[in-house]
């Protein structure tokens, strides 16, 4: 079955740094789009990043560009997401979602994303 394990969440001050890491399984990960979506209290879910199958076209939302990094490693099954200059409005639950046996154009959608791991917090303060 489908499996998305999120690590490297955590507290940090404004300005700082975190590394987010996805673990995937149960399907062909080098085929699928990847996505980071976040959720803040009281707010809709976000996509902050989109990564297609062959890791060398993302997209990001305007409000992390610059300063958030998605990578992917084909070979370990592992989406990356590198933040950097993190700020107080970054504080949310952080989800690694897939849209595996996608053809074409990643999707930029929230909604396309049909699998999703448990999240994990990231805290900017």
């Known amino acids: 079955h489908v499996q998305l394990v999120e690590s490297g969440g955590g507290l940090v001050q404004p300005g700082g740094a975190l590394r987010l890491s996805c673990a995937a399984s149960g399907f062909r990960f080098s085929r699928a789009c990847m996505a980071w979506i976040r959720q803040a209290p009281g707010k809709e879910r976000e996509g902050v990043g989109f990564i297609d199958i062959s890791g060398l076209d993302t997209f990001y939302d305007p409000s992390v560009k610059g300063r958030f990094a998605l990578s992917r490693d084909n070979y370990k099954n592992t989406v990356s997401l590198e933040m950097n200059n993190l700020k107080p409005a970054d504080t949310a639950i952080y989800y690694c979602?897939?849209?595996?046996?996608?053809?074409?154009?990643?999707?930029?959608?929230?909604?396309?994303?049909?699998?999703w791991g448990q999240g994990t917090q990231v805290t900017v303060s």
């Open positions: 979602a897939a849209r595996p046996e996608w053809l074409g154009s990643c999707p930029t959608e929230v909604t396309a994303y049909n699998y």
